[in-house]
């Protein structure tokens, strides 16, 4: 049987998974405990540089894991 994708592709199919889901996990919180007070903690660089960034690696790994032919037999 011919499968569509290699070994290759998989791994790669699953680090761009776990890129995107760090983001999104990075993304999570910031918020106030009390809902009458403003939290600049939704301002900090983890959520708004570096959580954007592994999500944008992560679905370009995906397109990359999807589009590349791999050269095993």
């Known amino acids: 049987m ?6 290759k592709n998989y791994t790669l199919l699953l680090i761009g998974l776990a890129f995107m889901a760090s983001g999104l996990i990075l993304m999570i919180g910031g918020g106030s405990d009390d809902p009458t007070k403003f939290s600049d903690a939704i301002f900090d660089f983890q ?25 095993e037999a």
């Not at 011919?2 to 070994?7: N, S, V």
């Open 2 to 7: 011919d499968f569509a994708f290699k070994k």
């Open 47 to 71: 959520r708004l540089t570096l959580a954007p960034i592994l999500l944008a690696t992560g679905f370009i790994i995906e397109i990359f894991a999807i589009m590349s032919k791999s050269k």
